[in-house]
Nanobody, 119 residues
Framework: VQLQASGGGLVQAGGSLSLSCAASGTIHKLHTLGWYRQAPGKQRELVADFIVAGTTNVADSVKDRFTISRDRAKNSVDLQMNSLKPEDTAVYYC??????????????WGQGTLVTVSS
């Protein structure tokens, strides 16, 4: 399974950016798909993700500014980030829990994409 991420970049505070991630490969079931981030000197944290029931988890720090959407047919998610703040600066990682044909559950990470918000 591969997680292909795109988007990110540099933006001024108050601006917007979007991230996209698509899962590909041998996927029996996509249990979760979403985004984590890790700022310098901090632990990796959940930003937002979809879980198998179709519900979402969204961090309190972004819930009024970020929106996650999903394309089930494409096994992809988009993260629209509005009203960005300098504290949103981090490397953002696509993340998924996937089960294959043998129903084993595995965790996958995409390559990180840098989001930098200047003040």
């Amino acid at each position: 399974v591969q997680l292909q991420a795109s988007g990110g970049g540099l933006v001024q505070a108050g601006g917007s950016l979007s991230l996209s991630c698509a899962a590909s490969g041998t996927i029996h079931k996509l249990h979760t798909l979403g985004w984590y981030r890790q700022a310098p000197g901090k632990q990796r944290e959940l930003v937002a993700d979809f879980i198998v029931a179709g519900t979402t988890n969204v961090a309190d720090s972004v819930k009024d500014r970020f929106t996650i959407s999903r394309d089930r047919a494409k096994n992809s998610v988009d993260l629209q980030m509005n009203s960005l703040k300098p504290e949103d600066t981090a490397v953002y990682y696509c993340h998924a829990f996937v089960s294959g044909p043998s129903l084993d559950l595995r965790e996958y990470w995409g390559q990180g994409t840098l989001v930098t918000v200047s003040s």
